[in-house]
């Protein structure tokens, strides 16, 4: 079954998937997760492989409160 609110469409291969921020493999599939914040009037968006990858990030998303 198809995330109707994922921007990874059913036909989404290895290839066309978002790479990893944390590995760089591709990010797809039911394991995948996905952290998003707003910065001023900017959106932004990262994406992890597995939890296991999006735990070991330690990017630049502000700290709530900051």
């Known amino acids: 079954m198809v995330d109707p609110t994922s921007d990874l469409?059913?036909?989404?291969?290895?290839?066309?998937a978002p790479r990893c921020d944390a590995c760089g493999k591709?990010?797809?599939?039911?394991?995948?997760?996905?952290?998003?914040?707003i910065d001023g009037d900017e959106m932004?968006?990262?994406?992890?492989?597995?939890q296991a990858c999006r735990d070991e990030w330690t990017g630049?998303?502000?700290r709530a409160g900051d």
């Open 26 to 37: 591709p990010a797809f599939g039911a394991g995948r997760r996905i952290v998003t914040w």
């Open 9 to 16: 469409e059913e036909d989404v291969d290895e290839e066309s």
């Open 60 to 62: 630049e998303r502000p």
């Open 44 to 50: 932004h968006k990262r994406h992890f492989c597995t």
